[in-house]
């Protein structure tokens, strides 16, 4: 199942990449404002340093780290969306600073920040149809309740009815076989994503322990 991380409040985030070896060392030092974006949005940058105290040419490797960082969130490792990013402070050494140093700041920061900015798991949503005898209408909508689903109206024509849901995808397998079984055979339905919503806290720490496991 496609689940998506986001954030629900803004907070600041502080990556550091500091090496010393022998030789050359590795120096990086990025902070970052992250806030909630509007639904949909997905992704937004603001380059908002001054006075070069990161030098231009360590701004993409550090917005470069942050994408990097969203593939996998820190709630159970999934793709995070929907947040605003402002690059708003750093640091740099004449010699030891690199483009990787400065990519490797920006993943930390985007993790330090994400851990401070209340993060969730989102689940995808499906908008479902069910057409079914009116016989079996009551049966059709206690399954459609048992799956989390939210009925969003109903209509019914002769001796047909039919149901419209929105109902998350984690609980949709197996619903061709049941849908038969509950109907004699006779119920149909079509189903297509529609959005993503929060997971509700109980299912997140399912989630959340079966990743760990894996």
């Given amino acids: 199942i496609a689940y998506r991380e986001t954030i629900t409040k803004k907070a600041h985030g ?13 120096y990086g030092h990025a902070e970052i404002d992250i806030e909630p974006l509007e639904k949909g949005k997905h992704y937004e940058f603001v380059n908002a340093i001054v006075g070069g105290v990161i030098p231009k040419e360590y701004i993409k490797p550090t917005e470069d780290g942050i994408k990097e960082a969203m593939i996998n ?3 159970a490792g999934y793709p995070v969306v929907d947040v605003k990013v402002t690059l708003v402070f750093g640091s740099f050494h004449e010699v030891d600073s690199s483009e990787m140093a400065f990519k490797m700041a920006g993943i930390f920061a985007f993790k330090d920040a994400m851990k401070n900015a209340a993060p969730i798991l989102l689940e995808p949503i499906m908008k479902v149809e069910v057409t079914t005898p009116d016989e079996y209408q009551g049966d059709i909508m206690g399954d459609i309740n048992r799956r989390r689903g939210q009925i969003q109206g109903m209509e019914t024509k002769g001796n047909l009815c039919n149901i419209k849901a929105f109902i998350p995808l984690e609980t ?12 004699q055979g006779r119920g149909n339905y079509v189903m297509e994503p529609s959005h993503y919503t929060e997971v509700p806290k109980s299912i997140q720490e399912s989630i959340i322990g079966g990743r760990a496991k894996n």
């Fill in 14 to 26: 502080v990556g550091k990449f500091v090496r010393q070896s022998g030789g050359r060392g590795q």
């Fill in 73 to 75: 969130g820190v709630v």
């Fill in 172 to 183: 949709m397998f197996g619903y061709a076989t049941d849908l038969r079984s509950k109907t």
